[in-house]
């Protein structure tokens, strides 16, 4: 992969981190370590408004794990481009295919070794 291709894929890597983060900021903050935890909000005293406070803080948990196993992956794909080894196949050492890292940049593993590694999990 040449220099520049890296580079434009490090710039939509960075763009996506960013929707995230403040997709993230709408309802999570960051503790004191450094982590980011769902802001718990008060609805009212009604047992009815409680319990929407539990089920979306429920919601927004589960949301909170998906966008921030999402970020981890985009943080090690940045990572990479900047160790020279963004494109290459985790599993094989191949090249990923260049369509897959546009419709998936954070990709770790080439087409084939995605499809072994999903037939592996059923
Ligand atoms: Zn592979």
Request: aromatic share 4%; glycine share 4%.
């Amino acid at each position: 992969m040449t220099k520049d291709l890296i580079k434009k894929f490090k710039e939509i890597l960075k763009a996506k981190r960013e929707q995230i983060v403040s997709q993230i900021s709408k309802f999570a903050k960051k503790n004191q370590e450094g982590e980011y935890e769902v802001i718990h909000e008060e609805y009212g005293n009604s047992d009815e408004e409680n319990s929407d406070e539990i089920e979306d803080e429920m919601q927004n948990k589960s949301l909170l794990d998906t966008l921030s196993s999402e970020l981890q992956a985009i943080d090690k794909a940045i990572d990479r481009t900047e160790s020279g080894s963004y494109g290459k196949c985790e599993s094989c050492g191949g090249l990923i295919e260049e369509n897959r890292l546009k419709f998936n940049p954070e990709a770790t593993l080439c087409s084939s070794c995605q499809i072994k590694k999903e037939k592996d999990l059923i």
